[in-house]
């Protein structure tokens, strides 16, 4: 059966969806990447038409296949160690320079696979005494994205970032997958994730975080979303706690209620 051709009527309704559902703006230029990547479900449910698919998942009648849907249509590329120079600055200047006492908790709000929040793990874990406390909480919209990253396992050439001394200790081989690796339990007991939609309003029970990482996830929203979003994270992160955006992002004119440290580094007064 061959997958049935998109309307530029019916591919609007989706950037809509997406948008209203992720904050995700769908460009023009991504209508063959959409019907790559949905015409599978289409055909699971027997369906004629991606208007039908639409009615489907925008019906509410079907919230895992809208999930489906999200899982699908999001980008999610990440890998150990990514923009090492921030991990740097958590390492000399936020760790280094933090006074002992209380749980240190970091977030990473778009954690995709799991791959940043055990690098910040990694590094906690090399730089604080051993009898301290603290803990990573690692966050994405997708399900199954953070299904992989529950599972701490990865492919052998997923490890190349990682420095050697933190692949000798964190980084476990099993006789199971001679092509993968497990990350230690070591690093994962201080390690946990859970689904959250960055553009709704936080639950305030996940309390206070020292530094959020929100990285290489606000390319994809617009102004207005981007807005949003920081106005949801202010209230997670403690007074003189960090925020810190990717190599390509920035806070100009999205907030006047952070300074910024350097370029991409912004902190809470």
């Keep these: 059966m061959d997958a049935p051709a998109i309307t530029d009527q019916e591919f609007s309704l989706f950037q809509r969806l997406v948008h209203q559902i992720a904050g995700i703006k769908l460009a023009d230029n991504k209508k063959a990447l959409l019907v790559g990547r949905l015409q599978k479900r289409l055909r699971e449910h027997q369906l004629g038409s991606f208007g039908d698919y639409y009615r489907m998942v925008s019906s509410g009648r079907q919230p895992a296949e809208l ?67 603290w803990e990573v909480f690692g966050s994405d919209i997708s399900t199954q994205v953070l299904a992989k990253a ?72 617009d102004s207005e979303t981007k807005r949003q979003v920081i106005a949801n994270l202010l209230p997670q992160l403690l007074p003189g706690g960090y925020l810190i955006v990717g190599h390509s992002e920035s806070l100009n004119g999205i907030t006047d209620r952070l300074k910024s440290v350097k370029p991409t580094i912004y902190r809470k007064p």
Excluded at 73 to 97: P, S, V
Excluded at 164 to 170: D, H, L, N, P, V
Excluded at 187 to 207: C, Y
């Design 67 to 133: 999930q489906t849907m999200v899982d699908l249509l999001t980008t999610n590329e990440t890998y150990f160690f990514r923009e090492a120079r921030h991990l740097e600055f958590l390492r000399d200047e936020i760790l280094g320079q933090r006074p002992t006492g209380g749980t240190l908790r970091l977030w990473s709000a778009a954690s995709s696979s799991g791959e940043e929040a055990y690098s910040l793990a990694m590094v906690i874990a090399d730089t604080v005494p051993g009898n301290a406390r």
């Design 150 to 221: 529950r599972a701490g396992r990865y492919p052998l050439e997923r490890n190349e970032g990682i420095p050697e001394a933190c692949r000798r200790k964190y980084c476990v081989k099993t006789s199971d997958d001679p092509h993968g690796f497990l990350v230690a339990p070591a690093i994962r007991q201080h390690v946990r994730f859970a689904q959250v939609n960055l553009t709704r309003p936080i639950d305030p029970r996940l309390g206070l975080f020292d530094v959020i990482f929100l990285r290489n996830v606000m390319i994809y929203f």
